[in-house]
């Protein structure tokens, strides 16, 4: 599976983004699909995840509220809309997809979109 993660920017507190993450080559075997970010100085960590057939979701604390992760199987994209953007979203965001004989594990992974977020 390659995923081509896209969309990042700079943007103003307060402001929206929409990111997304187009898949291609063994789509069947993907079972969740995931953001994850990794600012500067930090760890990488879990932002939200989709499962690819079905509807159920996932959302890290900090940004249930503000980010909504969805998808297109026609288009095979996972989008990740955040509103209400803050300073402490400036990140790398980088899109992932687990296999379904691993579901928890993520062994697929796109390149990185920067996300700047100024007050």
């Known amino acids: 599976v390659q995923l081509q993660a896209s969309g990042g920017g700079l943007v103003q507190a307060g402001s929206s983004l929409r990111l997304s993450c187009a898949a291609s080559?063994?789509?069947?075997?993907?079972?969740?699909m995931g953001w994850f970010r990794q600012a500067p100085g930090k760890e990488r960590e879990f932002v939200a995840s989709?499962?690819?057939?079905?509807?159920?979701?996932d959302y890290a604390d900090s940004v249930k509220g503000r980010f909504t992760i969805s998808k297109d199987n026609a288009k095979d994209t996972v989008y990740l809309q955040m509103s209400s953007l803050k300073a402490e979203d400036t990140a790398v965001y980088s899109c992932?997809?687990?296999?379904?004989?691993?579901?928890?594990?993520?062994?697929?992974w796109g390149q990185g979109t920067l996300v700047t977020v100024s007050s």
């Open positions: 080559g063994r789509i069947f075997d993907m079972y969740n």
């Open positions: 992932a997809a687990s296999r379904r004989l691993r579901p928890s594990r993520y062994d697929y």
């Open positions: 989709i499962r690819w057939v079905g509807d159920s979701t």
